[in-house]
T-cell receptor, first 112, second 116 residues
Framework: AQSVAQPEDQVNVAEGNPLTVKCTYSVSGNPYLFWYVQYPNRGLQFLLKYITGDNLVKGSYGFEAEFNKSQTSFHLKKPSALVSDSALYFCAGLLRNTPLVFGKGTRLSVIA | DGGITQSPKYLFRKEGQNVTLSCEQN?????MYWYRQDPGQGLRLIYY???????QKGDIAEGYSVSREKKESFPLTVTSAQKNPTAFYLCASSIGQGRSGANVLTFGAGSRLTVL
């Protein structure tokens, strides 16, 4: 089945340290992949997307993600975490000509 | 400002009642979506619409109904047939749908439905 998975429910990181939020996908063909962020009781906000081209995609708020076809991964990264980055992060895939499929989300906590 | 407006933000319902959640967008987007969010389950697609007067079921359409009479509006009705309707409901829109074009979703702020 076509799917997007986020293997970690929770990620904790100290402020100033690099952060990684993991995402893997299962699909035949080339996926379109996205990261969204959600703050409490709010809708989701778009961070970045991979369609084609460079495997390293830069997005909003200093986030970036690396598309790795051999590992079927699209991990979200940031070199230096801020307390304000604490939120719920969703990976999503446009796996065929259907609406976005979302992972279950990863809660990021950045500790001062 | 362009965006998506969902109302009400909070809604309480007694068992057996139908309720309708409003979603309005002024982005001139063709495609609109309804997702349901439950803790630990991510977002699940209820219904989506690519154009006016057309909509398709998503993964969890049972107990829900929608209409798309105007481009700007995509209301969701939660019927009494929905067994566990307490959840956070998110409406979204995009310029197009699928791999055809600019498919970044813009989300509303959500509506939280609680069944008493």
């Amino acid at each position: 089945a076509q799917s997007v998975a986020q293997p970690e429910d929770q990620v904790n990181v100290a402020e100033g340290n690099p952060l990684t939020v993991k995402c893997t996908y299962s699909v035949s063909g080339n996926p379109y992949l996205f990261w969204y962020v959600q703050y409490p009781n709010r809708g989701l906000q778009f961070l970045l997307k991979y369609i084609t081209g460079d495997n390293l995609v830069k997005g909003s708020y200093g986030f970036e993600a690396e598309f790795n076809k051999s590992q079927t991964s699209f991990h979200l990264k940031k070199p230096s975490a801020l307390v304000s980055d604490s939120a719920l992060y969703f990976c999503a895939g446009l796996l065929r000509n259907t609406p976005l499929v979302f992972g279950k989300g990863t809660r990021l906590s950045v500790i001062a | 400002d362009g965006g998506i407006t969902q109302s009400p933000k909070y809604l309480f319902r007694k068992e057996g009642q139908n309720v309708t959640l409003s979603c309005e967008q002024n982005l001139n987007h063709d495609a609109m979506y309804w997702y349901r969010q439950d803790p630990g389950q991510g977002l699940r697609l209820i219904y989506y619409s690519q154009i006016v007067n057309d909509f398709q079921k998503g993964d969890i359409a049972e107990g829900y109904s929608v209409s798309r009479e105007k481009k700007e509006s995509f209301p969701l009705t939660v019927t009494s047939a929905q067994k566990n309707p307490t959840a956070f409901y998110l409406c979204a829109s995009s310029i197009g749908q699928g791999r055809s074009g600019a498919n970044v979703l813009t989300f509303g702020a959500g509506s939280r439905l609680t069944v008493l």
